[in-house]
């Protein structure tokens, strides 16, 4: 039997940074993973490959040259499945290597093989190949298993035609239609990439609403975009069943009637943790009927003390970028080190084409707790630069108190949303006010100018009653 001071389950984003942090502090770590390679399911089958694969049917398709070249432009005619999968094959191979780097030079040790407790403080590891299982005990441990995706028993899948979000990534030929069920972040994000490729695509989801935590102004302008290209939404659909006509497509029975038939149904509602087979009830731990593990929020601890549990396993928010903190906080706080806190306001990216990102309260947040407030507007295609980048979309809703002047929130959809929306979190961050965006000078010109003329709407709509605030300035009219 051998001892580590911290066994970690699971080397995704979670459960990697909170090894590293452990061996930084002197801690020796072990780190079991069942895949063949570490990584989890960000760099194999979520994050990492979901992104690669956006970037590169924008780029094959010319999908950010059409501003410049008209909506004919390509890049390259008739993609096939095996184009979009040169590159992100490329960058997987590079994110594993650096993550095995990673672990060597902290002396984190790895091990291939699925993990079962024995009782709270040792586990047992299976390993493929006929090799012996393995004892280990551990004075704390980190649950970091991830999530998978959420398979129904009544959906037909057959890895082929209708296939979850692991399987999409393997699809041999590209369809010529696709129905997404669930309009979640991921059917959001697959629909619309699968549409730049000019594949037809229908998304259908149950609720009235979708994607709830983002601002309802942003999704008006998002469903805009989806209806100027192929992507049918049919919100308050709710799937009754999937079956095959006679020529072996799989057709979405909807309760409301109007089925859909597609080459492709891609099963996108909702994903489970990936903790059958841990043997949890051994360790005294029990899981949600999801799967997932209820973890104190501010210390990470589950309803047993030494086991922590960090990244998508514990639920909201789901986000690589929040599951790397927890990893790294539950660590500090096993080994007895005051953790830098968990951020207050942290971003949320959605690559959809075109991407969304927000931080803070949207506008009904702050009109449900009764906040004095206003919003600015700042639409891209009216900024200098999105004119010589040819940008047609994109927009920046700025919301802020009128009472204390503190930004509350910043939403941002099209080109380059997802890092613009840095600079409203680093201004939420630091307690700043509207004033800030006011005040500064910006690179002119960029995108970013967009916080200015935001800023400036907004004020004016504040302080400027008698002004007509006209609906979406340009910078020379918001500042007048
Ligand atoms: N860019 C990112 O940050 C990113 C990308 C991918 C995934 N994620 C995270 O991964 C997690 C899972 O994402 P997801 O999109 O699978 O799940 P989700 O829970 O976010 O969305 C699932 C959607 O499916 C709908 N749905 C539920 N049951 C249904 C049914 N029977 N038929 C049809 N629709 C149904 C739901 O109403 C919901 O809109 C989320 O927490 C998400 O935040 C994040």
Known sequence: ?????????????????????????????????????????????????????????????????????????????????????????????????????????????????????????????????????????????????????????????????????????????????????????????????????EIAVTLVEPRATFLDFIDREMIEEFVHELRDRNVSLRLGAEVTAVEFDHAGRPVCRIASGRDVTSDVLLYAAGRMGSTDGLDLDKAGLETDNRGRLTVDPKTLQTAVPHIYAAGDVIGFPSLASTSMEQGRFAACHAFGLEPTPLPDHFPYGIYAVPEMSTVGMSEEDVKKRQIPYECGIARFRETSRGHIMGLQTGMMKMIFSKKTRRVLGVHIIGE?????????????????????????????????????????????????????????????????
């Open 1 to 197: 039997m051998t001892r580590f001071d911290l066994i970690v389950i699971g080397s995704g984003p979670s459960g990697r940074r909170a090894a590293v942090q452990a061996a930084k502090l002197g801690k020796t770590v072990l780190v079991v993973e069942k895949r063949e390679r570490v990584g989890g399911v960000s760099v194999h089958t979520g994050t990492i490959p979901s992104k690669s694969l956006r970037e590169t049917v924008l780029n094959l398709t010319g999908w950010r040259e059409r501003g410049f070249y008209g909506s004919a432009y390509r890049v390259k005619k008739d993609i096939s499945a095996a184009d979009l999968r040169v590159r992100g094959s490329k960058i997987l191979e590079h994110e594993v290597d650096v993550l095995d780097h990673q672990f060597a030079r902290n002396r984190v040790a790895t091990l291939t093989g699925e993990a079962r407790f024995l009782d709270p403080n040792h586990i047992v590891v299976t390993r493929g190949g006929g090799a012996e299982p393995e004892h280990f005990e551990a004075d704390r441990f980190v649950i970091a298993c991830g999530t998978r995706p959420h398979r129904p028993a009544n959906i037909p899948f057959d890895g082929r035609t209708v296939i979850d979000s692991d399987e999409i990534l393997k699809l041999e030929t590209l369809p010529r239609s696709m129905t997404v069920v669930g309009a979640g972040v991921i059917g959001v994000e697959y629909a619309t990439i699968f549409s730049a490729l």
């Open 416 to 480: 380059g949303a997802t890092e613009l929306i840095h600079i409203g979190q680093a201004v939420m961050a630091l307690k700043g006010t509207i004033d800030y965006f006011m005040e500064s000078t910006f690179n002119y010109p960029t995108l970013a100018e967009a916080y200015k003329i935001a800023a400036l709407d907004a004020w004016n709509r504040a302080f400027a009653p008698s002004v007509a605030a006209p609906e979406t300035p340009g910078m020379q009219e918001a500042a007048e």
